[in-house]
């Protein structure tokens, strides 16, 4: 794709930008539409998958998060995986290989992707992307080694507020009725990061533990520390710790495919409220 041929991609160039941006038509990303990879969709990308590149020498699929194609979805891909066409590249992702079907792994070369350090990811945000350095160390620290999301995070402004709005739609719901809390999961069942809110989340309850514990300096959300002290206050640390558990036990039972709307229910309904008032 990129006009420099050989070596990485300079990422500077018109393609590059084009694939940064998801405008590239020769590189689809193929994702989880309501939890799930379905059939249809692995049937579009065969369909344009036999059509030759448009701008490229290939055409690059990329399907993240292969574990959550059901299994009519996951063996169509088998053929197409056993045998693809000379122009085309699959890259699969999965953080839960143990879930991905042995008849995909075994057609598959695995590179393991391992997180970045966080020294060094904050170093190449502040040279390669000019991040003064309080801006780089919450960055790196939000992204958890992503590289790739440190820099959208940067790039793009509607991350961001997505994240400061869900992150405020949690203050309100600890403080908010059962009523409050059910329409607010009914709501959430319908978007299509309910993983990454439940995630962020998590990262939350991390922190305010962390606060209790005296260890302020190891914290993720570094721009709320003001709001941590608070709620570090507001709730006994049981309930901070029950919170962080009923958190990561609704992520398993998504992940098992179980009712999204009853999982998020009970998860909202169980949020802590306030211990001192």
Known sequence: MCERG?????????????VAEGR????QLIRAEKNTIQIDQVRSLQ??????PLEGRRKVFIIREIERATPPAANALLKTLEEPAPHVVLLLTSN????????????????????????????????????DEERARLLARLSAGRLGWAVTAHTDPELWERRTGRLDDLLGLVAGNAIARLAYAEKLSRADDVEAVLGLWATWWRDVLLVQQHIPEAVLNL???????QQAELFGAEQVQSALADLVQ????????VNLRLALDV????????AVA
């Not at 369909?47 to 030759?52: E, N, R, S, T």
């Not at 008849?103 to 991040?131: F, H």
């Not at 609704?250 to 495919?257: E, K």
């Not at 998860?267 to 306030?274: G, Q, V």
Request: with cysteine.
């Open 223 to 229: 721009d709320r520390k003001p709001q941590l002290l």
């Open 96 to 131: 839960r290989r143990d879930q991905v079907l042995p008849t995909i792994l075994s057609r598959c070369q695995v590179m393991g992707l391992r997180p970045m350090p966080l020294d060094q990811l904050q170093a190449a945000l502040e040279t390669r992307w000019g991040l």
């Open 267 to 274: 998860l909202l309904l169980r949020l802590p409220k306030p």
């Open 47 to 52: 369909a344009d998958a036999a059509i030759a």
């Open 250 to 257: 609704t992520l398993h039972r998504i992940r098992a495919n």
């Open 6 to 18: 050989e070596g990485p991609p300079c990422g500077v160039c018109l393609p590059c930008r084009r």
């Open 24 to 27: 590239y038509p020769d590189v």
